[in-house]
């Protein structure tokens, strides 16, 4: 059964003088506006984030209420890496306060007052947006990557490729009928066709599609069972992300190749040279890289020493990002004692994210 998500009409954006039709419209790949004139209940600008959300919402709306949650644990989840959040509202300090206040760390991300709606006019009325909650998601060069309901799977699929510039809505359409013959190909086990498609797509930009090129491999391994061409890929790519310096592709090829549950043969010491890579490339300070190097040495039964990898990521990791490190902390410990490995616990996922199907709806709304 589709998740229905609901937005509600905003009665004060309702206020603002209406678009022009012949006035240019704000959209996805248009720089974004300044948000300079808020009013700042919690937080305050960041002048170095990576990715910047402009949610709007209020605090009579329903559907803004269900949708915090999940914005504040994104928020959580990456705000060491970059990630800034700004929720605005045209409504009153003496509203919004205690609202804020009530919900304490479930609401961590800044909170700002827009009096005048002029950032409202700026986004909202600029796009042609009448329902809230809607988020605006900023990338790394200051340009719309989405606009619409946080609720949508895509929402949060934009905010994570972007903390790590990979994504890119234009350049993803126009991959995908190769990624749909590449696939195509794979049933019928043609896979020098789906490897040529797969490769016409990486060659778009190895560092948007570097998944496509981990997917190729994944391929080659379990279907067309390729174990030495598999192999002998991943290691090309293992020295091409590494002389990339590409966090993100060496941790996730190291991950997969460790513990991702869609391999069906894992090659642990690649992975360790892919993660010790990794550390090398990564900041000094970036707890990830220590994390994805304790998850390798916990896939190699080197207990003790994800631990010790792990307790340093813990360290690193900003205050409010700490909990996120620990639970996966206490297993290592465990199966260090028990000598035998445990269950890792994962991060639990959102139920309006599981369902991909899910589908915003706009629902009459009367006087708040």
């Keep these: 059964m589709r998740n229905i998500l609901f937005t509600c009409t905003a009665l004060t954006l309702l206020a603002l003088a209406p678009i022009p039709q012949d006035a240019p419209k704000l959209a996805v790949g248009d720089q974004a506006p300044s948000v300079d004139g808020l009013e700042f209940v919690q937080g305050e600008l960041v002048s170095d984030s990576k990715v910047r959300v402009v949610e709007f919402w209020a605090t009579w709306c329903g559907p803004c209420k269900t949708s915090i949650p999940h914005i504040n644990e994104l928020y959580q989840a990456q705000s060491a890496n970059g990630l800034e959040v700004i929720g605005v509202t045209t409504e009153t300090r003496t509203k919004v306060e205690p609202f804020v206040r009530q919900r304490g760390s479930q609401m961590s991300y800044t909170v700002a007052l827009d009096p005048e709606k002029k950032i409202s006019a700026a986004f909202m009325e600029a796009a042609g947006q009448n329902g809230i909650p809607c988020a605006f998601v900023i990338g790394q060069n200051r340009k719309i990557v989405f606009i619409g309901h946080p609720m949508d799977p895509e929402f949060t699929k934009a905010v994570k490729l972007s903390m790590t510039g990979r994504y890119d809505p234009k350049l993803l359409k126009q991959a995908a009928p190769s990624l749909e013959a590449a696939r195509n190909a794979i049933k019928s086990k043609n896979f020098k066709d789906a490897y ?169 709304v009367g006087t708040p």
């Design 196 to 364: 040529r498609r797969f490769d016409e797509v990486v060659a778009l930009d190895p560092v948007i599609f570097s998944d496509i090129s981990i997917e190729k491999y994944r391929v080659m391994l379990n279907d067309e069972k390729n174990e030495t061409g598999a192999k002998n890929y991943a290691a090309e790519m293992a020295k091409a992300f590494a002389d990339a310096g590409d966090i993100t592709a060496l941790r996730d090829l190291a991950l997969t190749l460790s513990s991702d549950p869609q391999v069906s043969v894992y090659d642990n010491d690649l992975a360790l040279v892919v993660a010790e890579a990794m550390v090398k490339s990564a900041s000094s300070t970036d707890p990830n890289a220590n994390a994805t190097l304790a998850s390798v040495y916990y896939a190699r039964g080197e207990f003790a020493k994800a631990v010790s990898a792990q307790k340093k990521a813990m360290r690193l990791a900003i205050p409010n990002a700490k909990v996120l490190y620990k639970p996966t902390l206490d297993a290592y410990e465990l199966a260090v004692k028990r000598g035998t490995k445990v269950a890792v616990p994962v991060a639990s996922v959102p139920q309006e994210q599981a369902k991909p199907d899910a589908v915003p709806q706009t629902v009459p």
